[in-house]
């Protein structure tokens, strides 16, 4: 047996004794994504309990160093561990943008000080970030920012504002990009992190036509920074924000990712509209659209796992995250439409206990944020159309 035999049998072994009976059902609502934080007091026991395992492991952020709060898994212990977890069915055991974003960019820009502070808490679900990048009049010229932060000796003065800031209401910390630098666009910026209890900080969410509100507006008024916290050099934070945002795409492609197997497309379609004298589902039209967003969804999650293995050998395509995203995107709006389709009028009802209190029809008007966030899809187009297949400019 070779030593990776040995680390998948000893992984399936572990996980199965380790992982709850209820993190292997399907996630169904925003109460079962466990984000960490400083209050966990709305965690399920077992929600902890696995969260605490996992990280003790270091499997919350298993490809990162052992130091950091990682578990040092090389690419292909980090693929087997992602394979047995779904083929039992584990949930992820933490949801973080400390994990899928300012993780990568500090293993990359930080320095020691900051990576020791920051990543194992990180690592641990002990802290949860936010955001801060787009502002009122900087949203796809995000390099346009006017957030400012005044050099004052020993720390930053910021004022300004940011929107569209995902979970800034219940976040910690925020990674805020603020100008420095007024003369120029993108060589002035600079990339900060701070506590979101600092005074002088505050939070309004924004209603969005689904009812729920993931997004707020934030304000900063002469919040203190200290200098310590400034990520990179001064006046370079573009760099680790376009780093960031690569890693943001990847993180929303997996949106795509939701295959239509038990329990999801094909089982509400068969609950909502009966099987047929064949045994099929009794719409022969949407039965075809279900099948073929199922080989569209699974040729995604092969080119996701590609594309993981290139990124973690160094080898991904700088704009590859770019395609990603648009494509897991309109991959998750696609299958929310089939959901709707399926429930035909009935999945409008938006508030009975039948309908989860309009699960169906909230969650498919979220999706139509996600040609925006992230970057629009339009921008994403260009990128791809540039960079991916190298086409003239207009």
């Known amino acids: 047996m070779s030593d990776l035999d040995t680390f998948r049998a000893e992984t399936r072994a572990w996980l199965e004794a380790n992982c709850p009976a209820s993190m292997r059902e399907p996630v169904r609502s925003e109460k079962d994504t466990v984000w960490g934080g400083r209050d966990q007091s709305a965690l399920t026991p077992d929600q902890k309990a696995w969260m605490d395992r996992m990280a003790a492991r270091g499997w919350t952020v298993p490809d990162w160093p052992r130091e950091y709060g990682g578990g040092g898994l090389s690419p292909a212990e980090s693929k087997i561990l992602r394979e047995e977890m779904r083929a039992l069915g584990c949930r992820n055991p933490l949801s973080s943008f400390g994990i899928s974003m300012l993780g990568p960019a500090l293993l990359k820009y930080g320095n020691e000080e900051q990576k020791l502070e920051h990543l194992p808490r990180i690592a641990r679900g002990e802290i949860r970030w936010c955001q801060g990048y787009s502002e009122p009049n900087a949203g796809s010229d995000l390099a346009a920012l006017a957030t400012s932060a005044e050099d004052m000796g020993d720390h930053f003065l910021v004022n300004g504002q940011k929107v569209w800031t995902s979970y800034a209401d219940k976040a910690d910390w925020i990674f805020c990009l603020v100008r420095t630098d007024k003369s120029v666009k993108q060589a002035g910026i600079s990339f900060l992190l701070f506590d979101m209890a600092s005074p002088g900080v505050s939070t309004r969410p924004i209603l969005l036509i689904s009812g729920y509100s993931p997004f707020c507006e934030t304000f900063f008024d002469d919040v203190k920074v200290p200098k310590e916290n400034l990520v990179g050099e001064l006046n370079k934070g573009w760099d680790v924000a376009k780093y960031l945002l690569g890693h943001e795409r990847e993180m929303i492609s997996g949106m795509g990712l939701g295959l239509s197997s038990g329990g999801t497309l094909i089982g509400n379609a068969v ?124």
Request: hydrophobic share 40%; no cysteine; glycine share 10%.
């Open 271 to 394: 609950a909502r509209m009966g099987l047929g004298e064949d045994g099929r589902l009794a719409d022969p039209l949407l039965r075809g659209q279900i099948a073929l967003h199922e080989v569209r969804a699974r040729a995604f999650a092969a080119m996701s796992e590609r594309f993981l293995d290139e990124l973690k050998a160094g080898r991904a395509h700088p704009a590859q995250p770019s395609m990603m995203k648009y494509y897991g995107t309109e991959l998750n709006k696609a299958r929310h439409e089939l959901e709707m389709a399926a429930g035909g009028s009935d999945s409008l009802e938006w508030e009975s206990d039948a309908s989860n209190n309009g699960a169906a029809p909230r969650a498919w008007l979220r999706t139509k944020a996600n040609s925006i966030e992230g970057g629009t899809s339009e921008v994403q187009l260009n990128i791809i159309a540039k960079r991916i297949l190298e086409l003239p400019g207009a």
